[in-house]
Each structure stands twice: as structure tokens, then as C-alpha cells.
């Protein structure tokens, strides 16, 4: 006899596959970056092909997820997520034989990013955002978990079997183990959400959103984002060289950014159901002050433990954020083109976080330290807080309306 999970346990394993899913392609990422020295040693090659080769990936999944998210919606997230299931192993492996730089560009650009990841993160969260009208915060702050995850676990795992068995081996075996977990995850997506176009949304009786043209609303989101990404990624790029530089050991200073992503775990799922209760901006503007007074406070704390509390609230800020922007998609625009939505928003947040990672850098070098990098993270928070604000303040004006997702 052929086994159905029931329909109602149905969206719990949607948000499950989807946090694995995710889990496992920003896998890809990690076996890349945690590899980076064995990787130019062997080689002879500039640092720069390898980190190049992660940020053609990183620009390709949110380019591809402008295609794929519209995709998953007209032939169903199982076959785009299947499509994504094979890219990845794909490009990762061919990655293990490469002999020449562009070689890495090509197979983690187009393989691991245009084709693989962009099949994943943006596509995953839109279908799980259609399967929840109530916990819809907690479903959503779920299935980003495998975005933390990622980070607490792939880095040590990475290392480990570098350390046994060599850096093209390590690719090889992630490849074989990715592929096969996640064809098996994919084949549980197969179900289709329930057919709720056609119901009342959350948006007014003319289609705007907020009183404003639906792609002026999507533009604002974007601008919002970029400010929130580019102070995000200031201490997630910079904490442990931040560390070091205060006298700490290479060992303690990188516990800095473990201590910000195991809190942030637990912030996606808390940010989540706080979003269930007061709204998804609202939730916002709470994460994202969090994050802007941790920044203000990593720049003048110099003492070890201190500096771990503070990093530890600073993972509770920033960790439910990025989950927060397809909640307010999900939560005042009509259901139709929702994937394309998300997946412009998050083109931008990718923009912003490369940004934010670059603008460290080039602050310290201009300053010699990292506390003008952090303020002026800080500084750029708080043009997200303003607009986060503003869009606050105009739901009390222009309060939603049931009307039909065209």
C-alpha cells in the first residue's frame, strides 16, 4: 500500500524539506570558503579565484531566482527544487577538477549559483509562505534556520575532512551526499499549495499597497533591505579579524561570529512568531534596532565576555530580519507574482550584503581599525530604521482591505 502523509501534517513537511534544502546548497558556499588557503596552496593561485568564484555564485542564485521563483510557481517548487537538487552536486564536483581559474568561476556561477542556488533559498520560502495563513512567522523563520545552520555546522564538518582526505576529495564527497539528499527532499515538495489566488488579500480595493503603486512598494522594499544587509554584513565578514585585532586569539575571536550565528537560530524562529503576532514590519523595525545598537556596541566594547554578550544579542537581532521581508510580501501584496517579488528584494539584500563585506574592509584600511567600520554600519541602519518607520506609520492611514489577487 502506497504511504500519503496526511494533509495536515503536510506544511510541517514542506517547512522541514525546505529548511534541509537550504541547509545543504549554502553547503556549497562553505565547502568553497572554509577551503579557500588549502585551495590557492595546492594551486598557485590568488586568493582572489577563489573568492571570486563564491561571489559569482552568490550574484548568480540571486539573478537565476528572478527566473526560477516565477518558474516554481507555474510547474511547482518540486521540479524546480529537483533542478536545483542537480546543479549544485554538479557544479561543486566539476569544481574538485579544475586545473584553471576560470574553470572555478565557470562551475560555481553557473552551476552553483544561476542554476543551483537560485532554485533554492527565494523559490523555497515563497511556496512555504503559501502553505501558512496562521504561524506563517514561525514557518517562515523554520526554514531560513538552514541559512545559520548552514554556517554552525558545514564550516567544522569542512574542515574536518580537509584535514583527512584533501580539499578535491572533500568536494567530492559533499557532491555525492548532496545529490542524494536533496533528490530525496525535492520528491516531498510534489504537492501543489492550496489554490488560494483567487482569495481575499491584504491590499487595497485599487491594488496599491500601502496607499502606494505596488512597484513603488516592491522599490521601497529593495532600497530597505540594502540598508539592512550592508551593516548585517559588516561584523558577519569581520568578527574574527575585529578579534584579533583587540589582542584576542585567532580561536576566541572566531567564537565571536559562532556565538552571533547560534543565537541567530534561535532569532529566526522567535522573530517569527513575534511577526504572527504584531506583523511583520512591526517585527522588523524591533530586529533591525537590535542590530544597529549591537553595531554602536561592538565598536567601543574591548573587553572579551562583554564582547561575547554583545554579539550574542546581536545574532538575536539580525537573525529574524531577512525572514521578515517575504512576511511582509506575503502579508500586503496580492498572492500572484509573489515569488517574483521575493526574489527582487533578495537580489538587492545579496547586493547588500557583498557590499556591506567590501565596505569593512575598505574602512579599515582607510582608519587602521574597525571601530569607524562598525559606526558607520550603524549610521546606515538607521536609513532603514527611518523607512521601516515610515511604511509602519502609513498602516495606520492606509489600512488593508480584502481584495482579489490579480
Known sequence: MRFRIPDRHYPAVVVVASLMLIFFAQGAYFV????????????????????????????????????????????????????????????????????????VWATYGLFVGILGNACMFTPLIANVSRWFDKNRGLALGIATCGQSLGGVVWSPLVTAMND??????????????????????????????????????????????????????????CFAIVCCCIPMSVPLVHLPAHGTDLGFGPQQAALLLSTALFASLASRILGGILADRIGGLRALMLGSSVQCAMLVAIAFTRDLWTLYAVCLVYGLGY????????????????????????????????????????LGGRIFDTAGAYGPAFLTAAAINVVNLLVIGWLINRTRTFRPQPALAT
Open 319 to 358: 537573525g529574524g530580519v531577512i525572514a521578515m521581508y517575504a512576511y511582509i510580501v506575503r502579508e500586503y501584496f496580492p498572492l500572484a507574482g509573489m515569488a517574483r517579488r521575493m526574489a527582487a528584494i533578495y537580489l538587492f539584500g545579496t547586493f547588500g550584503m557583498a557590499m556591506g563585506g567590501w
Open 32 to 103: 568553497l570558503n572554509v577551503q579557500l588557503k588549502p585551495i590557492v596552496q595546492e594551486m598557485g593561485w590568488p586568493r582572489e579565484v577563489p573568492s571570486l568564484a563564491y561571489a559569482a555564485a552568490f550574484f548568480g542564485g540571486g539573478v537565476g531566482a528572478l527566473y526560477f521563483g516565477q518558474l516554481s510557481e507555474r510547474i511547482g517548487m518540486a521540479r524546480v527544487a529537483l533542478f536545483g537538487s542537480v546543479m549544485i552536486p554538479l557544479g561543486v564536483f566539476l569544481t574538485s577538477l579544475a586545473e584553471e581559474g576560470w574553470h
Open 164 to 221: 583527512a582526505v584533501g580539499w578535491r576529495t572533500t568536494f567530492q564527497l559533499y557532491a555525492a551526499l548532496a545529490l542524494v539528499v536533496m533528490l530525496a527532499l525535492s520528491l516531498l515538495l510534489s504537492r501543489r499549495p492550496p489554490d488560494d489566488l483567487a482569495k481575499a488579500v491584504p491590499s487595497g480595493p485599487d491594488g496599491r499597497v500601502l496607499g502606494l503603486d505596488p512597484r513603488v512598494m516592491t522599490a521601497i522594499l
